[in-house]
């Protein structure tokens, strides 16, 4: 009994003590090629095209302190080596320092920046800690729906918009008319009233009036509603 206790008990401690975290490259080559890396629980290889950079992580389960990690360069097109393999080490150490480097071939210059992080719910310098879940129950509370519920589309927002401004701008044509026909009736309002001088004659009925030319021998008869004329007329031979 007692060594089956003590075999779960060193389960849970292994358990415990594991970490787990990851490597991330950012890969930048000044040419196309394909990279070959490979590790002791790693090896992929990947394409990359010039002055694109590409990202790709190791994943590191347990608790080392550093990884060695196989560069190979390889042609793009007929994937024959470009330079002979080289082996980098970096630290697997979680401090947020990024690791830059530069692998220089004849053909190709390959930029590495890396950087270790730990994987989700693992902390500490080398990723060896592990925090426990803590559950946080939150209570909902119900929020009552409203009675009637309707949506506004901004189509109707729209249409809206542009009738108010239709009927502001036929209000404002009308109030324009109205002040300008009510100036032009004050105005007239103030013109002085000029008024015909009216001249009155009297006639005397019973009066006769009788007038007559020199040269043409034309009698005038003024009475009322009466008018003679005499006209005499010479031939000159």
Known sequence: MQSVLNFFLLIGLFQYCQSAGFLRFQLTADGDCLLHLESSYYSETVRLLAYETRSLEIYSPGSPSEISVRFHLLHHFSGRSLCDPSDHVFRLDN???????????????LS????????????????????????????????????????????????????FLVFLFILANCLFCCSRSGSIRSYQDTLPLEIPEIKVFSIDEYSVCTSKTEETGTEYVDALSQFTSDIKLQSIV
Do not use: H, K
């Open 95 to 109: 401090n947020g320092v990024v690791d830059s480097r530069v692998i220089d071939t004849n053909r190709v210059i």
């Open 112 to 163: 590495v920046r890396s950087v270790f992080e730990c994987e989700q719910g693992y902390f500490g310098p080398q990723c060896e800690r592990r925090s426990r879940p803590i559950e946080v129950s939150t209570a909902v509370v119900p929020t009552p729906s409203p009675l009637f519920s309707f949506e506004i589309s901004d189509d109707v927002i729209i249409y809206f918009s542009v009738a």
